[in-house]
């Protein structure tokens, strides 16, 4: 089963609005989360990492005040889309590493996919 | 900076055909090798991975994957492909130095097996 809840699965939305996704790991305390943005026939990006109780590392490139990170339990990390504009429409992918098990291994989420209008 | 090449968009085979994705990737130092699997509508889920040792490496459902560091490659193959192997294929790539564990993710592969 999902170790890893990602929501909503799709949202749409109409231009300048914000939009919340949630991550959040079940069955473990994932102190460390990734956020992937995934264009049409391209691979995953990383965005940023996210560190429970402090502030997120951002990739470079990607604006941190436009895509806001808050890991404020052992559980949870959101990703806001702030004032998103058509060209945020993708397909957002969040990923938490289980510390029991070290680097070996990633738990992803489902996805959302985005669309602005 | 790292980055994984995927050579195949979208392969498409018979089902008990042999299958062979490849991936190459690029960084100067000690990486760690992944493939990943997202099944239609399902999440992405580790197939098999490499960190050191026997470079031949046995995944889940029959996959393997041979590490070959002098070409920078590390090609997953199945001798005999089912249906139900219908899916996309992610190569990924970190490095082993210290405790970065951000993979950095080829284009992925499409695989349609037809029965």
């Known amino acids: 089963g999902a170790v890893v809840s990602q929501h909503p699965s799709r949202v749409i939305c109409k231009s300048g609005t914000s939009v919340k996704i949630e991550c959040r790991s079940l069955?473990?305390?994932?102190?460390?989360m990734f956020w992937y943005r995934q264009f049409p026939k391209q691979s995953l990006m990383l965005m940023a990492t996210?560190?429970?109780?402090?502030?997120?590392?951002?990739e470079q490139g990607v604006e941190k005040d436009k895509f806001l990170i808050n890991h404020a339990s052992l559980t949870l990390s959101t990703l806001t889309v702030t004032s998103a504009h058509p060209e945020d429409s993708s397909f957002y992918i969040c990923?938490?590493?289980?510390?029991?098990?070290?680097?070996?291994?990633?738990?992803f989420g489902s996805g959302t996919q985005l669309s602005v209008l | 900076a790292q980055s994984v090449s995927q050579h195949n968009h979208h392969v498409i085979l018979s089902e008990a055909a042999s299958l062979e994705l490849g991936c190459n990737y690029s960084?100067?130092?000690?990486?760690?090798l992944f493939w990943y699997v997202q099944y239609p509508g399902q999440h992405l889920q580790l197939l098999l991975k490499?960190?050191?040792?026997?470079?031949l490496v046995k995944g889940i459902k029959g996959f393997e994957a041979e590490f070959i560091k002098s070409k920078f490659s590390f090609n997953l193959r199945k001798p005999s492909v089912q249906w139900s192997d219908t899916a996309e294929y992610f190569c990924?790539?970190?490095?082993?130095?210290?405790?970065?564990?951000?993979?950095?993710f080829g284009k992925g592969t499409l695989l349609t097996v037809n029965p």
């Open positions: 990923s938490a590493r289980d510390p029991r098990k070290g680097n070996e291994k990633l738990f």
């Open positions: 069955d473990f305390q994932a102190t460390t």
């Open positions: 996210s560190n429970e109780g402090s502030k997120a590392t951002y």
């Open positions: 960084y100067g130092g000690t990486v760690n």
């Open positions: 490499y960190f050191s040792g026997d470079p």
């Open positions: 990924a790539v970190t490095n082993s130095g210290g405790s970065n564990y951000k993979l950095t």
